[in-house]
């Protein structure tokens, strides 16, 4: 098929491709920020001649905004499967808030929040707004679990925060080095104490996890290799 100059512009302006180069940049902003990065560090990111990456954005601005909005939709707003009135619903729901936990923050280091206070605070309010959405979701979804009878009775809010501190130190290879863990095993275990600590044990061994072990390998390879 013939490429016209219509074609070629739409493709700059398309959503899904320009999202897909700006996802490249999640691995190196989660370990090192934005503020030292320059449109010839993020071109060769992308793997785009500076010429082509002004094509699809204008500024330095336009990217760090869209990188913002890429995090809120598919790492923080992810869709969780937070449904109920089943163990199977329950499940799922806590498989899915698993590997968002772990990913939000895996992206959401204090290197890159701390340039987004510092040259975008309004991006930050809004990452903060749509976690602490998310959060209350989550929240409601174990209430409505422990008022079914098939999660233990619990803080929810000391549940999401017990997650969000446990998922820092693992993410941390110095903090897995200290205490001769693997990220592999770490967040497997992890997985398992957290299940056992939020169902009864009526319910605890039909829990359906035989797909996790996948999950968690897909996951590690995220966190470690960056892949979106």
């Given at each position: 098929m013939e490429t016209t100059n219509e074609t070629q512009s739409c493709r700059y302006t398309d959503?899904?491709?320009?999202?897909?180069?700006?996802?490249?940049?999640?691995?190196?902003?989660?370990?090192?920020?934005?503020q030292s990065l320059r449109m010839d560090d993020i071109a060769k990111t992308m793997d785009l001649s500076k010429?082509?990456?002004?094509?699809?954005?204008?500024?330095?601005?336009?990217?760090?905004?869209?990188?913002?909005?890429?995090?809120i939709k598919y790492v923080v707003g992810a869709e969780c499967q937070f449904d109920s009135g089943s163990l199977d619903a329950y499940s799922k729901g806590f498989k899915?808030?698993?590997?968002?936990?772990?990913l939000i923050a895996n992206y959401g280091t204090e290197s890159f929040y701390a340039d987004l206070r510092e040259g975008y605070p309004q991006m930050m309010v809004s990452i903060d707004?749509?976690?602490?959405?998310?959060?209350?979701?989550?929240?409601?979804?174990?209430?409505?679990?422990?008022?079914e009878g098939y999660l233990h009775d619990s803080n929810a809010t000391l549940l999401i925060i017990q997650d969000e501190l446990m998922f820092r130190n693992l993410l941390d290879p110095h903090y897995l080095m200290k205490?001769?863990?693997?990220?592999r095993s770490a967040i497997g275990d992890y997985y398992q104490i957290k299940k056992r600590q939020l169902f009864k044990p009526?319910?605890?061994?039909?829990?359906?996890?035989?797909?996790?072990?996948?999950?968690?390998?897909q996951l590690v390879r995220k966190v470690t290799y960056g892949v979106y």
């Open positions: 959503e899904t491709i320009k999202n897909k180069y700006v996802a490249k940049l999640l691995h190196p902003v989660k370990l090192s920020g934005f010429a082509t990456l002004y094509k699809y954005f204008q500024s330095r601005d336009e990217i760090i905004d869209n990188l913002v909005k890429l995090v899915s808030s698993f590997a968002q936990t772990l707004v749509a976690i602490s959405e998310r959060n209350e979701r989550l929240s409601r979804f174990y209430e409505k679990g422990v008022q205490h001769n863990l693997t990220l009526e319910v605890f061994d039909e829990v359906e996890d035989s797909d996790m072990a996948e999950r968690i390998e």
